[in-house]
């Protein structure tokens, strides 16, 4: 119960990596109000008896200050306090290569996944300065260190995340506030499928594919899971991380390791190719 005590605020928390942060913050005695767009899978999840009334929940739309502010104001005055917030909420955001996107969907996407979480670090500091310090945990992505993993304006907020991450750690340290960014891998959540919501059987057949390939994609063979993200998002809000600050922890089974002769047997490398006699490292 690592936990007991502390008042903490996720955002996303009604889908995926968020709602499985929530799970685990509550099953190790938090308590959590959660904001998330999606409104009715998150009064349905506060509602579950099985978190015996230690989650709260508030629609909230992260491109929106006002909102962001709202959630958090709520959240301190609701459990008389804020301790922990995690920056999480997220999407595909815009789709568009850099020859051809628009000023309006760079701006969309930036404010959903970059600005929110200036503000949302912005909005709780008083908070925090009050309880005496606390810790801020950003999601930012495989996309923010390596191309081709999603959309350029996607990867450049994810990149910044990560940035913003530091610099925030840097700047809030002198009260007690530490600040860190995870850079999941592929994770199994609504996240890809979300985009052909309106198309139920291509999004059954993108879940079902990013399932059966991302086993043989990554270094470590198998899916990874909402919990491995929460995992990490606890270490680094714990005690036990209290020496981690302005680092961004990637959880991405090693598919960010190298190329996949580095770690696969069966595959040559270009040396091997070559040389076939001395390339084996
Ligand atoms: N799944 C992955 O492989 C992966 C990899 C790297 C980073 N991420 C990041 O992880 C975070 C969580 O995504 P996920 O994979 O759990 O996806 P998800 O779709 O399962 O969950 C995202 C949640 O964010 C909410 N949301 C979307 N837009 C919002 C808004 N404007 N305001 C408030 N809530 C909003 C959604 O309703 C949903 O509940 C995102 O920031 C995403 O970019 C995911």
Known sequence: MRFEGKRVV???GASGIGKATVEAFIA???QVMMGDLNAEAGDALAAE???DNR???QTTDVCDVGDIRSLIDNAAGHFGGVDILFNNAGAGGAQERIDEITAED???TMNLLLRSVAMGTRYVVDHMKQAGGGVIINTSSINAHEA???PIAYATAKAGVRHLSKLSAAQLAQHNIRVNSISPGFIMTNIFADSRKDEPEEARRIDEAIHAISPMAQPVARS????DIAQAVLYLASDQGGFVNGIDLTVDGGITIGH???WDPNTPGLLELIMPEEGSS
């Not at 990874?224 to 919990?227: A, I, W, Y």
């Open 10 to 12: 996720v955002t996303g």
């Open 28 to 30: 190790e005695g938090a």
């Open 49 to 51: 008896s099985r978190f």
């Open 55 to 57: 989650l709260a929940f």
């Open 106 to 108: 760079w701006d969309m």
């Open 148 to 150: 081709g993993w999603g």
């Open 224 to 227: 990874g899971m909402p919990d």
């Open 260 to 262: 996949r002769h580095s």
